[in-house]
Every structure is written in C-alpha cells, then in structure tokens.
C-alpha cells in the first residue's frame, strides 16, 4: 500500500509529507512490516497562518471563531502538501493519508490526560487529493486512560526490536521524547520535556519575533551556561512525574520562560541560549540514564542543532549517539513515516498504540477515516499486527532525503523481503 504520512509538530513550523509503500510479509508466526520511503518534503506553513498559530497557542486565550479559522487553514495547508506529495513524489498513485494534523491543546492535570486536540480538518485533504484520510490518531489512546503520546513509540519499537543492549529512539522537536526498550523486554515511553521550545522562544524573544530559532546552535556555542538558572529550571516537578508521562507547550511556553528569567538579572543572549540547550541535554540524559540506554537513535528537527547535539553526547557519557537514518529513516522524515505506518495499521484494523508505553486500558485501533472521491472500501482486517518493521532501501535516490546515498541510509531488516502486498483502500 502507497501511503503518504503528514506531521506537524510543536514547532508548528511546516508540514512534512512522507511518502513510502508499505508490505507486510512474515506470515502469522513473525508478522511484520516492510517500509520503501519514496521521499519526503517539508512545506512550511504561510507566515500569516504560522504567526495566528502562534498567537493562539497556550498560555494565550482564543475564540472558537479562531480555532474554526486556523483548523480551517491547517487542513488547506495539509491538503496542499499531500496533493504534491501524491504528485511529485507517488506519480500520483498514493492510495492512502494519513495526517496526524496540528496539537493545539493537550490536556494534562496530575499525571493524567483528560483530552487532546489536534486541528487540520481532513475533508480539505481528502477533498484535495481524492485519497481516503485517517486522523484523529490520539483522542482513542486518551479514551482509553493513556496519555495519548508518544504515539511513535509502537514504531519505535518495532525498528528497535532485536538490537542489542538498551536501545532507545529519541525525537527531538519543540518537545522531546524517548522510547526505551529495556533488557526484561518491557517497553517505556515519554516525553522527557522541552525539545527545542524554550529555545525557540527565547530567539523569538531576543528578536522581537524576526527570528524563529537559534540556527546552527551559533548563539549557545558562544555563551557560557548559568548554573544558577540551570537549577532554576531542573527543579520543575514535571521531570520527577513517574512514566508514562507527556506533557506539551501547555507547560513549556514563552510565558513559563518569562517567569523563570524575572527571578534573575539579565542574561547575555549567548548565556540564556547555552543554558536553555543544556538543559534540553541534561532533561534528555537525566531520563535515559535510569533506563540504562546503552545506544540512541535520534531524529526531530533538534538533531541539526549541533550544540545541542555537543552537549547531548557529553551528557550520555559514552552512551552512544546515532541518527535514526542508521535505523532507515531519515532524522527530519521519520515521525512523518512513524504516522503513514499508523495509518496503514488503522485501515487494516490493528492497534496502533502500547498500552505499556502510554497508560492505555490496552490495545486501540486509533484514528477516524475521511472517505475520499470514491466508494470507502477498507481491506481486510489482518489477524494479527506486525511485530518488526523493515526499512528497505529505495531503488533510487529519494526525493528530499538529505541522507540518500549515505551508508547509514539503509537498514537490512529483521527478515526475508516478502510477497508484494495487495491490500488497498480506495474512497
């Protein structure tokens, strides 16, 4: 099955549309999933949309004439990048979407996920593409008594299944989160904090807004970290919740930045920069220890940060670090191939989640699915879900792949290449 992914995340920056073919082979003593990425692209959102995105996000108050505006915008801005996606990357022979849209609010109170909201209205994209869609991959998780994320980390643990040691996959994006396969064989998963939001905040603060991020780590490279304000932030209560935990910009905004910065004198922009990055690092490393990781995999928009990647490295000791492209799948691509994959397990009707790794009451089949042009017709159900997930190298360079032609762009697999799959989804 063609299946296009489109994420969006906390950055809430541009959508990224990941094409890829899915094929389960195995049979039903070791099912799994075979993954060929066809490509990927990054359309960054219109700086109107992204500045009333921005407005409207907590801790700011808004109207439900706003949100009907922005869920409206968001799902043009997803139909427009999966119609090009389908174009430019599947020949237009794409067969499903899968978006998981724009969290704008994700309601935690004591530990506990009361709801979760993401827009991107999917009839603009089914509307665009002609495609069948499936969204709405968290509010079942949250049903359900989990906190509705990560949701990666089922596909997490199907690239980490069978490595040695301790692995964990890492993203990093405005929040960070990890995935842990530990050596009793039961998974963990988390967000461990801020990713690159506290970071992007204080740019967009120094700058009166003309910047949106510390490009390159060049401003932390250059400053010195402030110990003092360093403990300031360790001591939020959020990094001591027991896992599974998540949280969000709900927690981690502009407004929380402010109020830590007033109980100190100004910094240098370089200072405050060099200690918001190594408190990423150390909220990073302060989490994976305890598991015992004994190798990472990281992906997110944080990875091209190479200060931030510096200090991360020098806070895992000799815990080692890769890019998930050693896993297959590109840094900037993989949460958008991580949804194209729960998407084709929506359609065939396996769960999606790990009750384990978000709190769930247990296994769910996530999402609701848009029809598109024609008839819904959904494939039949498969008896039981993948447990692997191979990533096979693509015939050609992939469009918009950075590490196309790089050794570690390529993973051989948990098993034999399988029969071409044959199961569809027209509508």
């Known amino acids: 099955m063609r299946v296009i992914g489109l994420m969006s995340g906390t950055s ?17 003593e070791d099912p799994a999933l075979a993954l060929t990425p066809l490509g990927m692209l990054s359309a960054p959102y219109p700086p109107e949309l992204r500045d009333a995105l921005t407005k409207a996000l907590p801790p700011a108050s808004t109207g439900l004439a706003d949100v009907c505006r922005l869920d409206t915008g968001i799902g043009q801005a997803l139909a427009r990048a999966a119609a090009r996606a389908d174009r430019e990357l599947c020949s237009g022979r794409a067969e499903l979407i899968a978006s998981h849209g724009q969290t704008v609010y994700h309601w935690a109170e004591h530990g506990r996920v009361r709801g979760t909201l993401q827009i991107g209205e999917p009839a603009w ?9 499936v969204s709405g991959f968290r509010p079942r998780d ?6 509705g994320a990560p949701l990666v980390a089922l596909v997490d643990l199907m690239l980490l299944r069978g490595r040695p040691g301790v692995p964990a996959a890492l993203n990093i994006g405005g929040i960070a989160n990890v995935t842990v396969v530990r050596r009793d064989g039961a998974p963990v998963a988390f967000d461990t904090g801020p990713g690159n939001a506290l970071m992007d905040a204080a740019v967009h603060r120094l700058t009166g807004g003309r910047t949106a991020f510390d490009e390159d780590g060049a401003l932390a490279a250059a400053g010195r970290v402030h110990e003092d ?5 360790l001591a939020e209560p959020y990094y001591r919740l027991p896992a599974p935990r998540t949280t969000g910009k709900e927690l981690f905004h502009a407004g929380y930045l402010h109020d830590r910065l007033a109980e100190f004198a100004p910094l240098p922009p370089q200072d405050l920069l060099a ?28 990875v091209r940060n190479p200060t931030l990647m510096r200090m991360l490295r020098s806070e895992l000791g000799g815990t080692l670090l890769r890019g998930s492209a050693h896993l297959g799948l590109p840094a900037a691509a993989k949460e958008a191939y991580a949804f194209a994959v729960l998407g084709h397990l929506t359609v065939h009707g396996l769960p999606g989640n790990v009750p384990a790794c978000t ?6 089949v996530l999402g609701s699915i848009t029809p598109g042009s024609r008839p819904l017709r ?8 993948p447990r692997a997930l191979t990533v096979r190298a693509a015939p050609h360079p992939v469009p918009g792949h950075p590490e196309s032609g790089h050794p570690e762009s390529g993973h051989p697999g948990t098993g034999p290449r399988g029969p071409a799959g044959t199961a569809r989804v027209s509508g």
């Open 359 to 364: 709190g769930a009451a247990g296994p769910r």
């Open 275 to 302: 200690t918001l990055t190594r408190l990423t690092a150390r909220t990073v490393a302060d989490a994976l220890r305890p598991l015992g990781a004994t190798e990472v995999f990281a992906s997110g928009g944080g």
């Open 378 to 385: 959904l494939p039949p159900v498969q008896a039981a879900a």
């Open 142 to 147: 949250v049903a359900a008594g989990g906190q």
């Open 229 to 233: 304000l360093l403990a300031r932030f």
């Open 12 to 28: 809430h920056d541009a959508v990224d549309a990941a094409a890829c073919d899915l094929e389960p082979y195995g049979g039903a």
């Open 125 to 133: 994209i089914a509307e665009a593409t002609g495609l069948p869609v």
